[in-house]
């Protein structure tokens, strides 16, 4: 029988506790934002919310609800999610499967993996980019949020490395029996590489959901600000300048309930597909982070 020793479980006690703090540090102020959304417009303002709602109502949900500001935000965020996350996943996918290939079958791979390298130490910067998307009359429009970020060199490495943890003799008895290169790619490579393409489909999902900078900078009208952008100005800094606000809807973005609804709504899309892909998430980084 294996027997612990008592260092070890001293050791696996600390580590349990340390877990336990790190998980309460990072659930505790969600559910404290969830608790003032709750709460009255009286008691958020005199700061006696802690983690359960004080003189319970839902007014704050109403106008967050009712805002149409708030709304149109937030279906900015959702287009710019779904298009920037299949564009992303489409690019990242064809270009780590035909990267994932040895250099027999592909000459050219080394120079290629070299540029999307370089492209990870190196970028033209901030001012080079808004040229960009200016000039090719991008900005203001939901491509300058989608097209700027749809790939990423590091998710296409992590799934790159997983396909070359394939067996070749997979892809050569599909060859014998007729399969073309996309047939392959998409009856074999993809089903087995589930895990590292959930893994990955997470990390660009997020990216584009929390990112508020390039709206900021490429959206001249802040009616398409998305949803990260509209609370990063509104919510946080509270510049409300840009908007364009009658003095009630602005009386009512001020309220601390008001802001704390916003917030949760915007982390709850998150927040409800997680779950879903949080069993791929550990396996997919392990597994695409062993090869080179």
């Known amino acids: 029988m294996y027997h612990k020793s008592i260092g070890y479980r001293w050791f696996n006690a600390i580590n349990h506790v340390f877990l336990v703090i790190v998980s309460l540090i990072c659930i505790l102020p969600l559910v404290h934002i969830l608790a003032v959304s709750f709460s009255s417009a009286s008691a958020a303002t005199a700061n006696i919310v802690n983690l359960w709602p004080v003189d319970f109502t839902l007014e704050a949900y109403a106008k967050t609800i009712n805002n149409s500001a708030f709304i149109r935000a937030l279906l900015v965020s959702l287009l710019r999610t779904v298009l920037g996350t299949g564009i992303g996943m489409a690019v990242i996918i064809l270009s780590g499967y035909a990267l994932?290939?040895?250099?027999?079958?592909?000459?050219?791979?080394?120079?290629?993996?070299?540029?999307?390298?370089?492209?990870?130490?190196?970028s033209g910067g901030l001012v080079p980019s808004y040229i960009l998307i200016t000039n090719l009359h991008l900005a203001n429009t939901i491509w300058a949020l989608v097209l700027p970020s749809a790939f990423s060199a590091f998710n296409m490495i992590?799934?790159?490395?997983?396909?070359?943890?394939?067996?070749?003799?997979?892809?050569?008895?599909?060859?014998?029996?007729?399969?073309?290169?996309?047939?392959?790619?998409?009856?074999?490579?993809?089903?087995?590489?589930?895990?590292?393409?959930?893994?990955?489909?997470?990390?660009?999902?997020?990216?584009?959901?929390?990112?508020?900078?390039?709206?900021?900078?490429?959206?001249?009208?802040?009616?398409?600000?998305?949803?990260?952008?509209?609370?990063?100005?509104?919510?946080?800094?509270?510049?409300?300048?840009?908007?364009?606000?009658?003095?009630?809807?602005?009386?009512?973005?001020s309220q601390r309930t008001v802001k704390a609804a916003q917030i949760f709504i915007g982390a709850l899309p998150i927040l409800m597909v997680y779950p879903f892909l949080q069993k791929y998430f550990v396996k997919g980084i392990v597994v695409g982070a062993v090869k080179e």
Request: glycine share 4%.
């Open 100 to 122: 994932s290939k040895s250099y027999a079958e592909f000459k050219s791979r080394n120079w290629y993996m070299w540029i999307f390298v370089f492209t990870m130490l190196f």
């Open 158 to 253: 992590l799934l790159m490395n997983f396909f070359r943890t394939i067996p070749a003799e997979l892809e050569e008895a599909a060859l014998i029996d007729g399969a073309g290169i996309f047939r392959i790619l998409f009856s074999i490579h993809l089903p087995v590489s589930l895990p590292s393409v959930a893994t990955i489909t997470l990390f660009t999902l997020v990216g584009h959901w929390n990112s508020w900078f390039d709206g900021l900078i490429y959206m001249m009208n802040p009616q398409n600000y998305p949803l990260a952008t509209f609370l990063q100005t509104v919510v946080v800094q509270q510049d409300f300048s840009k908007m364009s606000l009658n003095p009630k809807d602005m009386e009512n973005l």
